[in-house]
């Protein structure tokens, strides 16, 4: 089974400085998805970047840029010119590419953000 | 508007009174599932449908129920509601498995006493 962990449960930032929250994930999978949720204190889950284990290319999206490293099963996420609207709960999420059967989202546990003006 | 919809948002109930939370989509997706929400353990999944009258157990099905009649609605039904069932509720959509992103509703906030 696929696991993903995040080991710091809680980061902060200065406002308009950069930040990177980690995530590692176990899988003897070759093709799959990976993902960065947030989720602002209204608790809805909004997706912020998306990663195909196929594309050596890291996803960028805006400010939010990851950085995919599929041997060492690594994908932080870098946020850049931290905004106070950034502070929200991030969780990483592991989605297998099988297309035939159950393939939930396996999440990390999450990593609480907190931007400081 | 491409969007998941749950219902209600909000629900305190006391323990043994049946109850349903209803989800919808309007995308045609074929694969919902279910997810709670618990403190230090991020997201689980209840139940899982690939497509209609086509459903099955994630990992934490006890005391819950679902049923797909239609390919847009994918109702969780808690037939005796008990308080560890106190959680955050998620429905996610997507077209297929492993294909692309599943979309979220807005969540229910579910407390039993």
């Known amino acids: 089974a696929q696991t993903v962990t995040q080991s710091q449960p809680e980061m902060s930032v200065q406002e308009a400085e950069t930040v990177t929250l980690s995530c590692t994930y176990d899988?003897?999978?070759?093709?799959?998805?990976l993902f960065w949720y947030k989720q602002p204190p209204s608790r809805q889950m909004i997706l912020v970047i998306r990663q195909e284990a196929y594309k050596q290319q890291n996803a960028t999206e805006n400010r939010f840029s990851v950085n995919f490293q599929k041997a060492a099963k690594s994908f932080s996420l870098k946020i850049s010119d931290s905004q106070l609207g950034d502070a929200a709960m991030y969780f990483c999420a592991y989605r297998s590419a099988y297309i035939k059967g159950n393939t939930p989202l396996v999440f990390g546990k999450g990593t609480r953000l907190s931007v400081i003006a | 508007e491409a969007q998941v919809t749950q219902n209600p948002r909000y629900l305190i109930t006391v323990t043994g009174k049946k109850l349903t939370v209803t989800c919808s989509q309007n995308?045609?997706?074929?694969?919902m599932s279910w997810y709670r929400q618990d403190p230090g353990l991020g997201l689980r999944q209840i139940y899982y449908s690939m497509n209609v009258e086509v459903t099955d157990k994630g990992d934490v099905p006890e005391g819950y129920k679902v049923s797909r009649k239609e390919k847009r609605n994918f109702p969780l039904i808690l037939e005796s509601p008990s308080p560890n069932q106190t959680s955050l509720y998620f429905c996610a959509s997507s077209y297929l498995p492993g294909l692309d992103t599943q979309y979220f509703g807005p969540g229910t906030r579910l407390t039993v006493l």
């Open positions: 995308m045609n997706h074929e694969y």
């Open positions: 899988t003897s999978e070759s093709d799959y998805y």
